[in-house]
């Protein structure tokens, strides 16, 4: 692909916008930067991140003893009937107490550890939907970009022909008036030429509407102006081959990561639902002051062992035991469904960018031999040996070549950066 094909996306920002119009410049890096910061989804995966961490915290929390302090007060007051019936009020008694409790959970079959375990793979699986998010909006950033670099490229493409059709129709004049055209050769290339601006028009309509995407991405003014400067070259291998692409995307790919800690997460499940099944043994003990008078001096002091099963909960425990393997089946012919839907999505992608890179040779040969045709018939036109319709049928012929390589190459860029993102393999700098 020619050098001149590739561009670096560099977008015009204000640095404070209604106070100062100064402009900075941005790599295209940057603006992947500033789209994944301003994305929703990226947002939302943000959080569920940071209440998974939150959430394993709390589960570690289980391991540890549990300190608590009470204290109360009460007042009161005793009556009783004395011995000729009356009713005869005792002094009111105050009573003050305070105490420290201490409880640690020794065995509780496993539960607090697979409760642990469990936070764990849903952290683990959080982290990886937030790099998936920030993928998937990386993606789509980069479809924008090129989709801008094509739309540039139709727009040069079209003032071209613009151009070209002008010149026609400069050139059928002189003919005509040289006797070597006639009239409806004028007329011919004045429909050329309104054509050829009706596709300029919609050309410019197109980059506008592209740009205006692209702006959506970085929560800027859609109608703020992006420019677009040249860059180096960027290489495709030569040789990529379909199976390395299938084994990088069963190992790599986010969701394959993500299903395996699924897997484990349900597994855990079970374990906690086994959990119920046998007895919890736990430790507690307390140190506590209790008197009629503050502060209290009479203390107490207490620590024992206790020890919990349930005899009969009406069959619930093992439901919940059953609840838990059939949920583990349910994730496991997912992750079977997952690897099909994956490698049907790979092979296909692999056959896309396998096609448009065979059409991108094609179209440049295509190309370049509509080139030598307009130039030719373009110089039988000029000395009068070819009419206006063979001249134009010529020109529509290199614009469409034109139109057609462009459009290839665009796709062989698309194509490949989306089998390495299917493929599971970087795709852009997440250093950013």
């Not at 071209?160 to 129709?169: I, N, P, S």
């Not at 086994?274 to 507690?284: D, E, F, K, V």
């Not at 373009?378 to 459009?407: M, R």
Request: glycine residues 4%.
């Amino acid at each position: 692909m020619k050098t001149k094909r590739i561009f670096s996306l560099l977008v015009t920002v204000l640095l404070l916008r209604g106070l100062s119009f100064s402009a900075e410049r941005i790599t295209l890096e940057e603006i992947i930067k500033l789209a994944i910061k301003n994305s929703p989804t990226v947002k939302e995966a943000q959080a569920n991140l940071e209440n998974a961490q939150a959430k394993l915290t709390e589960t570690r929390a289980d391991f540890l003893p549990q300190l608590s302090l009470g204290s109360n007060y009460s007042r009161s007051q005793q009556t009783m009937n004395n011995f000729t019936g009356g009713i005869v009020k005792l002094p009111e008694k105050e009573n003050y107490s305070y105490q420290f409790g201490l409880r640690q959970t020794i065995f509780d079959g496993l539960k607090t550890v697979k409760t642990n375990s469990q936070a764990r793979n849903n952290l683990n699986y959080a982290e990886i939907a937030y790099q998936k998010a920030n993928d998937d909006v990386a993606f789509e950033v980069l479809q924008g970009y090129y989709t801008i670099l094509k739309c540039i490229q139709m727009v040069e493409i079209n003032k071209k022909m613009v151009e070209q059709a002008l010149k026609h129709r400069e050139q059928a004049e002189a003919n005509y008036k040289a006797g070597l055209a006639t009239k409806s050769d004028i007329l011919r290339s004045d429909v050329e030429v309104t054509n050829s601006k009706i596709n300029l028009l919609k050309a410019e309509n197109d980059l506008i509407k592209a740009k205006t995407s692209l702006n959506s991405y970085l929560s800027r003014p859609l109608t703020e102006e992006v420019s677009v400067e040249e860059r180096g070259e960027e290489t495709i291998p030569k040789e990529i081959k379909l199976e390395e692409m299938l084994k990088s995307a069963l190992s790599e790919r986010a969701e394959i990561k993500e299903m395996l800690y699924q897997k484990d997460s349900a597994k855990d499940s079970i374990a906690i639902s086994r959990s119920n099944l046998y007895p919890g043994l736990s430790l507690s003990s307390s140190l506590g002051w209790r008197d009629d008078k503050f502060p209290p001096g009479t203390s107490s002091w207490s620590i024992g062992l206790g020890l919990d099963l349930s005899l009969f909960t009406g069959g619930a425990n093992l439901a919940r035991v059953t609840q838990a393997k059939k949920n583990l089946q349910a994730v496991e012919a997912k992750e079977e469904k997952l690897r099909q839907d994956i490698i049907l999505e790979v092979t296909q992608v692999y056959l896309s960018f396998k096609e448009s890179r065979e059409r991108t040779e094609l179209t440049q040969k295509s190309l370049e031999q509509a080139e030598l045709n307009q130039a030719f018939v373009e110089g039988k036109y000029i000395n009068g040996l070819a009419n206006i319709v063979e001249l134009v049928d010529a020109d529509i012929t290199l614009a469409n070549a034109k139109i057609s390589n462009a459009q290839a190459e665009y796709d062989l860029q698309v194509n490949y950066l989306k089998l390495l993102k299917v493929a599971g393999m970087p795709f852009y700098k997440r250093s950013m």
